[in-house]
């Protein structure tokens, strides 16, 4: 079964870095664009990052634009999201997701929290 599995939340100062990890296994990752949301307190999911199947191509949301980075290495079924500059703002929980399957389904991971303090 899909499997999505995050990893490397923390807790850091303003103007700090991270990295998240997710490791992807039960779909043949290489065929699919995989998406970084994050749920900000108060706020609905929303997208951060996302990055195409071969990963020619990213999108950012205007808040993280500069700032984070989406790569992916499709020879260990992973997805990263470098974070640089972080701000209090930036405080949630980070979710890996796919859509997989016709229709789509979407698969989120179990999510990882991410603390930024003044």
């Known amino acids: 079964q899909v499997q999505l599995v995050e990893s490397g939340g923390g807790s850091v100062h303003a103007g700090g870095s991270l990295v998240l990890s997710c490791a992807a296994s039960?779909?043949?990752?290489?065929?699919?664009?995989m998406t970084w949301y994050r749920q900000l307190p108060g706020r609905d999911r929303g997208l951060a990052a996302s990055i195409t199947a071969r990963g020619d191509r990213t999108e950012y949301a205007d808040a993280v634009k500069g700032r984070f980075t989406i790569t992916r290495d499709n020879t260990r079924n992973t997805v990263d999201l470098h974070m640089n500059n972080l701000k209090p703002e930036d405080t949630g929980v980070y979710y890996c997701?796919?859509?997989?399957?016709?229709?789509?389904?979407?698969?989120y991971g179990q999510g990882t929290q991410v603390t930024v303090s003044p």
């Open positions: 997701k796919t859509e997989i399957g016709y229709p789509r389904v979407a698969y």
């Open positions: 039960g779909f043949p990752f290489s065929q699919y664009g």
